[in-house]
């Protein structure tokens, strides 16, 4: 069982930055982040499969830089110049394997809670 807790969402500015933290009781072979912006399912945002094999979603691509930290158990997403549709709950996921899709939510085991990201105009 691997438990994962996130922190660090909050209200950002348009074109600002903001950086989601991810404290795992243990990392696993891939990790992600996945945000919830609708009731129809979780959007795959970025994913690190491996030491540093990196994966993002197009609309997040050269913005967005997901990282772990194996000395401290934690994965994090550094987004930069935000847009209004990039605000959601983002949820951190996990898995012991390596995976088909990395940005498939139905791939991954250990979920987060969740964590709130608004952005204003």
């Known amino acids: 069982q691997v438990q994962l807790v996130e922190s660090g969402g909050g209200s950002v500015q348009s074109g600002g930055s903001l950086t989601l933290s991810c404290t795992a009781s243990?990392?696993?072979?891939?990790m992600a982040w996945f945000r919830q912006v609708s009731v129809n399912g979780r959007e795959g945002v970025a994913a690190?499969?491996?030491?540093?094999?990196?994966f993002y979603a197009p609309s997040v691509k050269g913005r967005f830089t997901i990282s772990q930290d194996k000395t401290k158990n934690t994965l994090s997403l550094q987004m930069n110049a935000v847009k209004p549709e990039d605000a959601g709950t983002y949820y951190c996921?996990?898995?012991?394997?390596?995976?088909?899709?990395?940005?498939?939510?139905?791939?991954?085991?250990?979920w987060g809670q969740g964590t709130q990201v608004t952005v204003s105009a």
């Open positions: 243990a990392l696993t072979y891939t």
């Open positions: 996921a996990a898995v012991h394997a390596r995976v088909y899709n990395r940005l498939q939510d139905n791939y991954y085991k250990y």
């Open positions: 690190i499969e491996g030491p540093d094999t990196t």
